[in-house]
């Protein structure tokens, strides 16, 4: 796969299919959620004022609606890269998604049986599976090295040999510490131990390419509201993944409608319309205009240019915190492809809420907190409730803004 492409339209150009990055306001909280091109926002109000109507009932507007949400799943799939190997299920969050996974696999796993959750992992891939062990089954974390901030592939495998291990629940990429973990790996060793991967994609989509298919996950996960989308979550599922668990929807909806049987209430219909309207600012950025069908060729270019737009953006900040005294970069030290912009940091004399306070002042959206990495943030001896600071950018992002960020900090922090 290529690692840059040509033809991707100027900052300017993308800026100017966001209104609300007009008001100048700074946009470093990316993490929590992403800002919508105005394609989304159309795509909704329109079809709230032509179809907003009940699937399946047969009559034209009705036709439109319940074919906009199928099209809806396929094109989050795409997206994904498995449509030629699983199903993609769309819910309100990931959380949610993540939570009606854990209570399906209660009805299918059997006390003894082990999972294995990630230190690194942000808390609704981490929470919903303890809930598991009143049924009898054991929950153990794979433990976070303190030194490489990692959870080590050798570690997973002296875990993976004391056998009965049916899931391994861990990050692509930790939405607190920003390194890019190799999810084929760790696949490849969680399967030869006979066990599934859950995977949680939410910091890792809105930066690069997702590719369920070439990695050959059993679960992933990702919230499209922080993908330049809707507020609802996807889950993608390998197909035989999906095939032996049943989904909690009515007991008379057949077992293998899939995705419904999966999609309590079914999924958001104007949502699934936003869905949609996501495909045209993606062929932009990829360089084809703004029309046409959007491929799979067409996904793989964007996301390939987000993360050239991406780079110098984390480079510029991380040189900075790395070297400026009083500061410590909680996560890779460095600003190369292996990590994403999602940079949190401490400051020795300031108090994280303190200091995240100061800069919005300044105009700036950055967050303290955990994150929700709670329990990470408890081994590393960051009290979660203060937590870090965290500036996340995007490729929408400027420069200048990650400049008037250092400035800030500059102003806010004592020599």
Same mark, same amino acid.
């Given at each position: 796969?290529?690692?840059?492409?040509?033809?991707?339209?100027?900052?300017?150009?993308?800026?100017?299919?966001?209104?609300?990055?007009?008001?100048?306001?700074?946009?470093?909280?990316?993490?929590?959620?992403?800002?919508?091109?105005?394609?989304?926002?159309?795509?909704?109000?329109?079809?709230?004022?032509?179809?907003?109507?009940?699937?399946?009932?047969?009559?034209?507007?009705?036709?439109?609606?319940?074919?906009?949400?199928?099209?809806?799943?396929?094109f989050?799939?795409?997206?994904?890269?498995?449509e030629?190997?699983?199903?993609?299920?769309?819910?309100?969050?990931?959380?949610?998604?993540?939570?009606?996974?854990?209570?399906?696999?209660?009805?299918?796993?059997?006390?003894?049986?082990?999972?294995?959750?990630?230190?690194?992992?942000?808390?609704?891939?981490?929470?919903?599976?303890?809930?598991?062990?009143?049924?009898?089954?054991?929950?153990?974390?794979?433990?976070?090295?303190?030194?490489?901030?990692?959870?080590?592939?050798?570690?997973?495998?002296?875990?993976?040999?004391?056998?009965?291990?049916?899931?391994?629940?861990?990050?692509?990429?930790?939405?607190?510490?920003?390194?890019?973990?190799?999810?084929?790996?760790?696949?490849?060793?969680?399967?030869?131990?006979?066990?599934?991967v859950?995977?949680?994609?939410?910091?890792?989509?809105?930066?690069?390419?997702?590719?369920?298919?070439?990695?050959?996950?059993?679960?992933?996960?990702?919230?499209?509201?922080?993908?330049?989308?809707?507020?609802?979550?996807?889950?993608?599922?390998?197909?035989?993944?999906?095939?032996?668990?049943?989904?909690?929807?009515?007991?008379f909806?057949?077992?293998? %409608?899939? #995705? *419904?049987?999966?999609? +309590?209430? @079914? =999924?958001?219909?104007? $949502?699934?319309?936003?869905?949609?309207? %996501?495909? #045209? *600012?993606?062929?932009? +950025?990829? @360089? =084809?205009?703004?029309? $046409?069908?959007?491929?799979?060729?067409?996904?793989?270019r964007?996301?390939?240019?987000?993360?050239?737009?991406?780079?110098?953006?984390?480079?510029?900040?991380i040189?900075?915190?790395?070297?400026?005294?009083?500061?410590k970069?909680?996560?890779?030290?460095?600003?190369?492809?292996?990590?994403?912009?999602?940079?949190?940091?401490?400051?020795?004399?300031?108090?994280?809420?303190?200091?995240?306070?100061?800069?919005?002042?300044?105009?700036?959206?950055?967050?303290?907190?955990?994150?929700?990495?709670?329990?990470?943030?408890?081994?590393?001896?960051?009290?979660?409730?203060?937590?870090?600071?965290?500036?996340?950018?995007?490729?929408?992002?400027?420069?200048?803004?990650?400049?008037?960020?250092?400035?800030?900090?500059?102003?806010e922090?004592?020599?």
């Open positions: 796969m290529p690692t840059s492409v040509a033809g991707t339209p100027t900052l300017a150009q993308i800026r100017s299919r966001f209104p609300s990055l007009a008001s100048g306001f700074a946009y470093l909280e990316n993490a929590g959620g992403s800002q919508v091109p105005a394609f989304v926002a159309h795509g909704i109000r329109d079809y709230m004022l032509t179809s907003y109507v009940q699937l399946g009932a047969g009559y034209p507007q009705s036709d439109v609606a319940t074919d906009t949400v199928a099209r809806a799943h396929a989050v799939n795409r997206i994904m890269g498995g030629a190997t699983g199903h993609v299920i769309l819910g309100p969050s990931t959380t949610q998604l993540l939570t009606m996974l854990v209570g399906c696999y209660s009805r299918e796993l059997k006390p003894g049986d082990r999972i294995l959750v990630a230190e690194t992992g942000h808390e609704a891939n981490i929470g919903p599976w303890f809930a598991l062990e009143r049924f009898g089954v054991k929950v153990e974390v794979w433990p976070v090295d303190p030194e490489s901030l990692t959870c080590r592939i050798d570690t997973l495998q002296a875990l993976l040999e004391g056998g009965q291990v049916k899931i391994v629940a861990l990050p692509h990429v930790s939405n607190l510490l920003g390194g890019i973990v190799d999810v084929a790996a760790i696949t490849r060793a969680v399967h030869d131990a006979g066990a599934r859950v995977v949680d994609g939410v910091a890792y989509a809105p930066h690069r390419p997702i590719d369920v298919a070439a990695w050959n996950v059993d679960w992933y996960v990702y919230s499209t509201y922080k993908v330049y989308g809707p507020h609802m979550g996807a889950l993608y599922g390998r197909a035989d993944a999906v095939e032996e668990l049943t989904g909690p929807n009515h007991f909806v057949p077992r293998n %409608l899939i #995705p *419904y049987k999966f999609q +309590l209430g @079914g =999924a958001c219909h104007e $949502g699934c319309a936003g869905l949609l309207s %996501l495909g #045209p *600012y993606l062929n932009f +950025l990829a @360089g =084809a205009g703004e029309n $046409g069908q959007t491929t799979r060729e067409m996904v793989v964007a996301f390939l240019a987000m993360a050239d737009l991406e780079l110098p953006l984390q480079k510029l900040l040189d900075y915190l790395r070297e400026r005294r009083g500061l970069v909680i996560g890779p030290q460095h600003g190369e492809r292996s990590r994403v912009t999602t940079i949190s940091f401490l400051a020795s004399k300031r108090r994280s809420s303190e200091l995240a306070t100061a800069l919005n002042r300044h105009g700036l959206g950055v967050r303290s907190g955990s994150a929700y990495a709670y329990r990470l943030c408890q081994k590393l001896g960051i009290d979660p409730e203060e937590g870090v600071v965290r500036a996340s950018m995007v490729h929408y992002n400027m420069l200048d803004e990650v400049r008037r960020l250092i400035e800030a900090l500059e102003t922090l004592p020599n």
